[in-house]
């Protein structure tokens, strides 16, 4: 199952962006959904991530301020509203889903992903 990510994009320093996750049939219940992104040549890093049973939400302290996630657990789906936008914001955007209560900073929590979507931030 994989989910399906949209709404990345070029944007200029200082604008704003929306990215969307919608997680297919078949996952199960879901506990929590996260972003994480993934600039050139570095790691895959935590950006944001709510939890489905309380609401909530956490994110990396370089986007605390500027990203806000919010969820629509009848649908299953997340968003990250991205704003005040960085160049070093500029990455693939991947969303996650996990299908238990854990630490959902960390990647191994997750048991579904979804393709990713660029984001590319110019100054």
């Known amino acids: 199952v994989q989910l399906q990510a949209s709404g990345g994009g070029l944007v200029q320093a200082g604008g704003s962006l929306r990215l969307s996750c919608a997680s297919p049939?078949?996952?199960?219940?879901?506990?929590?959904m996260g972003w994480f992104r993934q600039a050139p040549g570095k790691e895959r890093e935590f950006v944001a991530a709510?939890?489905?049973?309380?609401?909530?939400?956490y994110y990396a302290d370089s986007v605390k301020g500027r990203f806000a996630i919010s969820s629509d657990n009848a649908k299953n789906t997340v968003s990250l509203r991205m704003s005040s936008l960085k160049p070093e914001d500029t990455a693939v955007y991947y969303c996650?889903?996990?299908?238990?209560?854990?630490?959902?900073?960390?990647?191994?929590?997750?048991?579904?992903w979804g393709q990713g979507t660029q984001v590319t931030v110019s100054s």
């Open positions: 996650a889903a996990a299908r238990y209560y854990g630490d959902y900073e960390k990647m191994h929590e997750y048991d579904f």
């Open positions: 709510v939890s489905w049973s309380d609401g909530n939400t």
């Open positions: 049939g078949g996952t199960g219940i879901i506990y929590g």
